[in-house]
């Protein structure tokens, strides 16, 4: 690579992007310049260029410490097919590809090494990385670090002491952290130190946000994916059985799907993982199993047939769709049971009572989230410190919510969750509302409370919405020393006492509106060239053995459909391709999009494609194959190399003697050359 490093032209020249995404640049030119760094980027926003591009710039190898053996292999596959000498030492490793590390490591060619902490433990690491010249450390997904994190890995706590030994600057990277977890980050891997702290917007416009009430949830998730079907997509559930149950009905449906959870073997589930990545159209129905080892850019849609556990954990999931920046769309089933269960699960977890705190708020989030009457984003922003307008593009922007004044009902179900000493759940308590005479309430004598029949205005559905939306709003929560009975908690008071009024939403079960159709990637008038390039990428990627993704993203087919480029010129600037692919890549879907196979270009020319230096070359090509033989035609042969050509054209030489410090220009040619060359330099400046 010709001329100094910088991250801006490597972004351009390796991985084909013109510009940074917002907050990149100045996470790049931090960790470039050395400055310890923490940044804070959502899932999608571009983490792993932050490392990779000062990587590129800085001395000596950049370590970079991940979580998954199969996320490595990917950003390993990506980074040497655009040309990165990149690699990972794993137990996945096979023999070929452990020596090949080892030699790059000893020749000093190796710019990027991957490891999981767990090879933190082994002392001969430590040797290795000092051998090598380690001059940097890249810590992914760093909220592994949080010992009270539901991704915790021991051995991350290893890495501050790593940092210590080998005196190097260390960039952390997570797109989930709230105060409390980048707190915990800064203390375990950074100890004394300040690192500089980046927290980049959180929010991911390209991102479609449905919630829905559960009912026949299994039916819903069968419709959702009708819709979707074509396209790759995670349908998270809370349970094994339930993961391989909606899986096989999926198959039965006609869909590419596959189960995934810890219950399965580590053959079976590095299986589903590679078809995965290689697969156009593969639904993976998974646990959270299934989770960071995700690095396919492509994924279409996310689902989840039960509540996630936390706000956090919801949007790290979802987080996992439309990570090239094309449409994608969410969906998030819920219900009393799943409010019940997550609450159960915080009480009785081991955790101090201030982290089982914590952990209820985070769900309370997530229910105000799940349970709001505006713009989901803007309540999904506010929970992480942003603000927005309203998107447009969630479901309660499509179709607003309808509420109701519930401060009578409500008090009403406070006072007979009280009266019966809160020893009942939700479906007892709707009967004395109702009057419902049934043998539990007649043996209890629950047909005698004033509050008995005093909810005939509402209908059993509805009242089972307003109990799911009071767990929702964290006015009652299920006691798990006492079997799931509902109990007050002190946010209801002030509505008991008739302090405060509340309204909840109509009864979303019953008044759902439709989902929209899903949106296209692009318009119809270009939906069939992006088949043909998705088919050109699929075979592509079969023989070469990789992810479809590594040859080229979704985002960027698609923009190749809407622009049709032409030439390799226009080619080149399609975001996403960079000089490698252009060279292996550019002819074989240049021929897709205009069905001529593109005249061929000397690789000195390919380099320039895409640059104003790239028409100049051209030019100076046609001026100096016009002087070959002189002026006259009589001379003796004399040529420029294309090589020479291309040093012209970046540098564009102003004066003869200018030109003459440039290589393959010797006096001869200046004489035969020169002047015709500087006035075509000059008069294209014009």
Not at 84 to 91: E, F, I, K, R, Y
Not at 183 to 207: H, S, W
Not at 589 to 614: E, M, N, S, Y
Not at 666 to 681: H, K, M, P, S, T
Request: hydrophobic share 40%.
């Amino acid at each position: 690579m010709d001329g100094p490093a910088t991250p801006e032209s490597l972004l351009q020249q390796v991985f084909g992007f013109a510009d940074f995404r917002p907050g990149q640049r100045e996470i790049v030119e931090a960790v470039t310049d050395g400055r310890d760094t923490l940044a804070i980027m959502p899932t999608g926003g571009g983490k792993s260029l932050c490392y990779q591009l000062p990587a590129l710039c800085r001395d000596g190898v950049t370590l970079v410490i991940s979580p998954l053996i199969a996320l490595m292999r990917d950003q390993v596959r990506a980074l040497q097919a655009v040309g990165v000498a990149a690699g990972a030492l794993t137990s996945g490793n096979t023999e070929a590809e452990t020596e090949a590390v080892h030699a790059g490591l000893a020749r000093g060619t190796l710019k990027i090494l991957y490891i999981a902490p767990e090879r933190l433990a082994s002392g001969g690491t430590m040797d290795l990385l000092r051998r090598a010249r380690c001059g940097l450390i890249a810590v992914d997904e760093a909220h592994c670090v949080s010992q009270w994190g539901h991704d915790f890995r021991p051995d991350y706590l290893r890495i501050g002491d790593l940092r210590r030994v080998l005196d190097v600057p260390l960039a952390a990277f997570t797109a989930t952290a709230d105060a409390e977890t980048r707190d915990e980050i800064m203390r375990r891997l950074f100890a004394d130190a300040k690192p500089q702290v980046y927290l980049r917007g959180f929010d991911r416009p390209n991102i479609r946000l449905n919630f829905r009430v559960k009912n026949q949830p299994r039916k819903q998730i069968m419709e959702y994916a009708r819709a979707q079907k074509g396209q790759p997509g995670i349908v998270y559930c809370g349970t094994r059985a339930r993961t391989e149950a909606i899986a096989q009905a999926l198959v039965e449906a006609g869909h590419n799907a596959r189960a995934y959870h810890g219950g399965m073997d580590a053959h079976a589930r590095r299986m589903v993982e590679e078809l995965f990545q290689r697969e156009d159209d593969l639904v993976v129905v998974a646990t959270v199993a299934f989770g960071m080892g995700v690095d396919k850019p492509d994924i279409r849609w996310v689902a989840h047939a039960d509540l996630p556990k936390s706000i956090e954990a919801y949007y790290q999931e979802i987080g996992r769709a439309g990570r090239d920046g094309a449409p994608a769309d969410t969906l998030t089933l819920y219900g009393p049971d799943d409010i019940r269960l997550r609450r159960a699960q915080i009480d009785e977890s081991p955790a101090p009572i201030e982290r089982r705190q914590a952990d209820h708020a985070r769900l309370n989030a997530l229910l105000g989230l799940a349970e709001a009457t505006g713009c989901r984003r803007q309540v999904l922003l506010g929970y992480f410190g942003e603000t927005c307008e309203p998107c447009g593009n969630c479901d309660i922007c499509a179709s607003p919510v309808r509420l109701f004044d519930a401060t009578t009902p409500v008090r009403k179900a406070l006072s007979a969750m009280l009266r019966t000493g809160e020893s009942f759940g939700a479906g007892h308590l709707i009967d004395i509302l109702t009057g419902n005479s049934t043998p539990k309430v007649r043996q209890r004598r629950h047909d005698d409370l004033p509050t008995f029949a005093v909810g005939q205005e509402l209908s059993r559905a509805r009242w089972q919405a307003v109990f799911r939306q009071m767990m929702g709003r964290d006015l009652i929560r299920p006691d798990p020393e006492r079997h799931g009975a509902l109990r007050v908690t002190e946010t209801a008071r002030p509505i008991l006492r008739g302090e405060t009024a509340i309204h909840l939403r109509e009864d979303t079960v019953t008044s759902a509106p439709d989902r929209a159709p899903a949106r296209g990637l692009v318009s119809d008038e270009d939906a069939p060239l992006l088949a043909a390039l998705k088919a050109r990428r699929r075979a592509l990627a079969e023989a070469a053995g990789v992810p479809a993704y590594v040859i080229f993203t979704d985002r960027t087919l698609i923009e190749m459909a809407e622009k049709r480029p032409a030439d390799m010129d226009a080619m080149a600037r399609i975001s996403g391709g960079g000089a490698t692919k252009l060279d292996r890549y550019g002819a074989v879907f240049l021929q897709v999009i205009t069905g001529d196979t593109p005249a061929p270009q000397h690789p000195q020319r390919r380099k320039l494609a895409g640059r104003d230096a790239g028409a100049l070359y051209d030019a100076l090509f046609e001026v100096a194959r016009g002087l070959e033989r002189g002026p006259d035609g009589t001379a003796k042969l004399l040529t420029l190399a294309p090589g020479t050509l291309r040093a012209i054209a970046e540098a564009q030489p102003a004066t003869p003697d200018a030109l003459a410090q440039l290589r393959g220009m010797d006096d001869a040619r200046v004489e035969r050359f020169g002047a015709a060359l500087l006035e075509r330099i000059a008069a294209s400046d014009d």
